[in-house]
């Protein structure tokens, strides 16, 4: 029998990413809030401001890897809501 694995590819690992940060950051956010004034409020700030880096590195990443479709589709609907 064949082993069918698949490897994860750019695209998905991105994507994998970009999720993983927008759940993280507002965790650490209502952290950052429930530990305020305590020492431990640091480590979730810098986490905090972590997965904003994470997220800022990833969209950007995305949206260079997808610009052909988003210029196709910006391009598509300027025509397409002249043309109405």
Do not use: D
Request: aromatic share 12%; no cysteine; charged share 15%.
């Amino acid at each position: 029998m064949e082993n069918k694995r698949k490897r994860l590819s750019k695209r998905a690992i991105i994507s994998i990413g970009l999720l993983i940060s927008v759940v993280m950051m507002p965790i650490t956010a209502i952290f950052i809030h429930v530990t305020h004034g305590l020492s431990i409020s640091h480590f979730w700030l810098h986490l905090h401001v972590l997965f904003g880096v994470i997220f800022s590195i990833f969209g950007v990443i995305h949206f260079v890897y997808n610009w052909r479709v988003l210029k196709s589709y910006i391009v598509g609907n300027k025509i397409s809501s002249t043309r109405n």
